[in-house]
């Protein structure tokens, strides 16, 4: 038996091992899924796909015309028994931010293929063009931060909804940290398009603390911090790598779309001490685990930030955190003190799922808690910001310098104004009258 009767029956039944492996046997932490979307176990096909030798020129290609990425040999993708060393994550791209994922290498970790791959399955098309273009761009400190493109393509690929980065030779490296960025092209935020990303070798997903250089930091600079490197970020940028910005917070509260292992940023202003709640509802049938990040002042780094229930080691400011997993439902009571209002007048958040797989919509409110009468919604003196402040006092200089002026104008009126005759016979009567009165303030 050969050509298709083969083929398709071994492609049937190694897709029906890869997705029971991805329920049942996976690795709880990295691979293991309740729900397997088809371009997942495509993702893995082709991840596990290796060409012929005989038949490449390169050790850095993946894909041929004539035979596409090769046979897939799942003994070197899946870990058996089940461990570290395959990474797997189902989410959604828009046009709107480019998602990263950082994967730290780890020696000793892993089966035999080092690659990372990404699928996802477009909407149909007339021309036979992509409708949703994504893109893979994969790029390790091992030896430089050099870009590799999907399918080993100098340029990101415009043709293909499913790209291949080999790493062949990367597991002679004891430690370094690859960062899968997926890009999105003409996809609309309010209808993202669901990918899958896998990664087989030595990776686990990391915080994107890079090891052996220091990473590029787009608004930022790189620090070095207990033997890894961060980005510190300038404001009003926030992220991984500085090139994100916080969304202003409200009593109405703001939409947000949070998804797999990706930060996304808020702020609110604080004009007075008092107590605040900091609501974060999360809708639909299943919540996400967040991790979350609370700074009083600018977040310059979500890496050196613990869980919410520390004050971000600012003075004069508490957080406490009361979450109902069940409901969705975070709240964050927020204690401010006067003291604190000398250093910062902000507070920022930052939240990513913890999840793999999925996303979730937020509704995300900062609220005075009761009791508490000063806020921005009806600033006083005490609760006015410095802009505020100057412009009282320049109208209160304004006003007092208007009143000095007509004072000054009605004395000067009156002081100079004179009793003229009606006729030539009143003359002396009117200059003896005028004299008589200079003579009498002269006297008295």
């Excluded at 003409?186 to 070798?201: E, Y």
């Excluded at 890079?210 to 980005?231: D, F, L």
Aim: aromatic share 6%.
């Amino acid at each position: 038996m050969s050509g298709t009767s083969q083929s398709c029956g071994l492609a049937a039944g190694a897709a029906a091992l890869v997705r029971e492996y991805l329920t049942d046997w996976g690795d709880r932490s990295e691979a293991r899924l309740s729900e397997t979307w088809a371009s997942t176990i495509k993702a893995m096909l082709v991840t596990a796909a290796e060409l012929d030798p005989r038949s490449i020129s390169s050790s850095s290609s993946v894909r041929l015309p004539d035979v596409g990425f090769g046979l897939p040999t799942l003994h070197s993708l899946l870990p058996i028994p089940a461990g570290p060393g395959l990474v797997v994550i189902q989410s959604w791209a828009g046009s709107d931010q480019a998602q990263r994922f950082c994967l730290e290498m780890r020696p000793g970790v892993g089966a035999g293929s080092l690659a990372i791959t990404l699928a996802w399955t477009d909407p149909p098309s007339d021309d036979g063009r992509l409708v949703h273009d994504l893109d893979l761009k994969v790029t390790c400190d091992v030896s430089s931060w050099a870009d590799r493109w999907g399918n080993g393509a100098a340029s990101p690929d415009t043709t293909n909804n499913i790209e291949k980065v080999s790493l062949v030779g990367y597991d002679s490296f004891t430690s370094g940290l690859c960062m899968a960025t997926v890009l999105a092209n003409s996809v609309p935020a309010r209808t993202p398009q669901p990918f899958s990303l896998v990664a087989s070798g030595p990776f686990a997903l990391s915080e994107c603390a890079a090891v052996v250089r220091a990473p590029s930091c787009v608004h930022g600079t790189a620090e070095k911090q207990s033997s890894k490197w961060t980005c510190r970020c300038f404001p009003p940028y926030l992220g991984p790598f500085c090139d994100q910005e916080a969304t202003a917070l409200s009593g109405d509260g703001v939409s947000a779309e949070l998804r797999a292992r990706q930060w996304s940023f808020f702020t609110s202003s604080v004009s007075c001490p008092g107590s605040y709640e900091l609501v974060i509802q999360q809708s639909g049938s299943s919540f996400l685990t967040l991790k979350s990040a609370l700074s009083w002042g600018h977040l310059h780094s979500v890496l050196e930030k613990e869980p919410l229930s520390t004050p971000g080691g600012a003075s004069g400011v508490s957080f406490s955190t009361v979450e109902n997993q069940a409901s969705g439902l975070m709240t964050v009571l927020v204690q401010v003190e006067e003291s604190a209002l000398s250093s910062a007048r902000s507070v920022f958040l930052g939240l990513a799922p913890e999840d793999r797989s999925g996303r979730s919509s937020a509704l995300i409110r900062w609220l005075p808690a009761q009791g508490t009468t000063c806020g921005d919604s009806t600033p006083g003196i005490e609760g006015a910001d410095s802009g505020q402040i100057v412009l009282i006092i320049c109208m209160v200089v304004l006003l007092v310098a208007g009143v000095i002026a007509a004072a000054v104008m009605i004395k000067f009126y009156c002081g100079s104004s004179k009793v003229w005759p009606q006729d030539t016979g009143d003359v002396e009567k009117a200059e003896d009258h005028h004299i008589s009165t200079q003579q009498w303030q002269l006297q008295s």
